[in-house]
């Protein structure tokens, strides 16, 4: 069973969980989403406001197919293939999303553990921040590491931060910047300060987003990321994770660098 709807400027999908061994398709255009966006945020409203990062890929021009992370999401709410979900669109790659157990009557969100019954939507809605006032603050990674090794460091890693993780390649040791870095949050300006830190060593960058026909999600960090590589003493590949410590009033970076196979 699948459904779409557009309400205004919102695109309802309505589909079955199905099952968690077969991938999960979307009837969303490609349009709707960032350009070359390969993947989304989806938060269910129950008010934790957790988002979980899910690669997708389009399947054609009106649908995508959910990868990486949808497994982890279908576990954790513990669904079941005649579960109905709603997704609601919220802009860009956001999209929020309600669990029915059958049609009209909404589950219960119990982060306890234990099971989930049936109970029909509470009367008082829980009362939740305007993204208006505060612009929301992902956690977890927010970029989709693109290698076996990136993937097990984004399992593995734990981080109070929201954080990223890049390749640090041979081509990338010989250049003076850092390009394909993912923007930061939606109150960072497009062209900002950064403090690089690991342990001991800090130093000032500075970042620029990408304009014109690059991605508008992602831009680099130049004048001064060369001399924190020299003062890391990086010389060979490595993973680097970086942790988005603050972004107000300046940028801050914590970064560590692993090495990988």
């Not at 969980?17 to 989403?33: D, F, Q, Y």
């Not at 929201?162 to 949050?185: D, S």
């Not at 990321?225 to 994770?241: E, H, M, Q, S, Y």
């Amino acid at each position: 069973m699948a459904e779409s709807h557009a309400k205004g400027d919102a695109l309802r999908v309505i589909k079955a969980a199905g099952e968690t061994s077969r991938p999960m398709r979307l009837p969303i255009p490609n349009g709707l989403l960032p350009k070359d966006s390969n993947h989304v945020y989806i938060t269910v409203v129950d008010g934790s406001n957790h988002s979980y990062k899910i690669a997708c890929t389009p399947n054609g021009w009106k649908e995508i197919t959910l990868g990486r992370g949808w497994q982890r999401f279908y576990h954790e709410y513990k669904l079941n293939p005649s579960n109905i979900l709603l997704f609601k669109h919220k802009g860009r790659d956001d999209f929020s999303v309600r669990i029915f157990q059958s049609p009209g009557v909404e589950r219960t969100y119990d982060t306890s553990g234990d099971d989930s019954g049936d109970e029909t939507p509470p009367q008082t809605p829980r009362k939740r921040t305007s993204p208006t006032e505060v612009p929301r603050r992902r956690m977890g990674c927010i970029n989709v590491p693109r290698s076996s090794a990136a993937a097990e460091v984004e399992q593995t890693f734990q981080s109070e931060h929201p954080f990223f993780i890049m390749h640090i390649t041979k081509r990338l040791l010989g250049i003076h910047f850092l390009p394909n870095v993912p923007h930061f949050g939606d109150d960072v300006n497009d062209d900002a300060i950064v403090n690089l830190r690991a342990g001991e060593i800090s130093v000032q960058a500075v970042y620029g987003r990408y304009v014109g026909k690059r991605r508008r999600n992602c831009g680099s960090i130049s004048q001064g990321w060369g001399d924190f590589l020299r003062k890391c003493n990086i010389t060979v590949p490595k993973l680097a994770v970086f942790e988005i410590s603050r972004t107000q009033p300046e940028v801050e970076l914590l970064v560590q660098f692993v090495d990988f196979e």
